[in-house]
């Protein structure tokens, strides 16, 4: 099975090197690209120096356009599964053996396997925590899964969701999207996951962001995806 680890980066100078470095001493052999979401900082350089393989998007797509752009790599090249890997640090190499292990085990059928951080039990406090709740009421409500962390970027995906995203127009990597692939009839698995805080920089998300993020997936799985007709 050939597999490739998909890093979107969006002015991620500061954590990239330390980030690929890692993957590589934990994972050697597995391939990956680096997709540089138009950064403004010296990301692409970076990038070039190491001699990262490196997709360099004119502008800025945004990390859905970002992660779908490596999927349409992936397609192209032929690979069997995609990790989607955050640039900033705080996802652990150490778990994409166990999420590729969970994809490939027939017994599981899975199209998807998320790492979660909370299948132990523990939860998001603040804004980020109701909303999180919010969206994962959504899901269960309109799918009958329950999804433990839904928002968490650390997935794998098979091949079929490879095609899906590279060739279907409105596939994003985000939770509206993972319900209706659930609703459609893609069987998605969570694995327990442990993540860092990242290296450095801020996230985009602040609380007011991450507030209307919340808001438009939650609405977007029940008003919206809900009646998107069921397709694999």
Do not use: W
Request: with cysteine.
């Amino acid at each position: 099975m050939k597999a490739l680890v998909v890093i979107p980066a969006y002015n991620e100078e500061a954590c990239l090197e330390r980030v690929v470095t890692g993957l590589v001493k934990c994972c050697p052999g597995l391939d990956f690209v680096v997709v540089n979401d138009g950064s403004t900082d010296g990301t692409a350089t970076l990038c070039r120096r190491c001699g990262f393989p490196l997709l360099d998007l004119a502008t800025n797509l945004g990390l859905a356009g970002a992660v779908v752009t490596g999927m349409k790599y992936a397609y192209e090249q032929g690979y069997d599964a995609v990790v989607q890997f955050d640039s900033d640090g705080q996802h652990r190499s150490e778990y994409i053996p166990k999420l590729l292990d969970t994809l490939y085990d027939p017994k599981e059928d899975c199209a998807i396997v998320c790492g979660s951080r909370f299948l132990g039990g523990k939860r998001l406090r603040g804004f980020r925590g109701l909303g999180s709740a919010f969206i994962k009421a959504a899901i269960r409500l309109t799918t009958g899964a329950t999804l433990t962390d839904p928002t968490s970027g650390q997935r794998a995906y098979g091949q079929r969701m490879i095609e899906r995203f590279a060739t279907s127009i409105n596939m994003t990597p985000e939770p509206d999207t993972i319900s209706y692939l659930i609703r459609s009839g893609a069987h998605v698995r969570e694995i327990p996951v442990v993540m860092d805080e990242r290296i450095s920089g801020e996230s985009y998300l602040n609380p007011l962001a991450a507030t209307k993020y919340m808001l438009r997936m939650s609405i977007s799985i029940l008003f919206v995806q809900f009646f998107r007709k069921k397709s694999l």
